[in-house]
């Protein structure tokens, strides 16, 4: 026995624009993640500097 499965195009444009409203969200974390990485982990302010620090390797991240 086959079973068909068929879906209207209301249904396929609901997957494409779901796909596209996870971009943003995906993109800003990703940009978030490069600035707390980038931004703070190689800041020059000693505080800031020493608490990045810290956390990567907590987080077993190599830094050195």
Known sequence: MTTRS?????????AVALTA???V???MAAL???FIIGGVGFSHIEAVHNAAHDYRHSMAFPCH
């Open 6 to 14: 068929t879906k209207s195009a209301s249904d396929q444009n609901s």
């Open 21 to 23: 409203d996870r971009a």
């Open 25 to 27: 969200p995906v993109f």
């Open 32 to 34: 978030l993640g490069i």
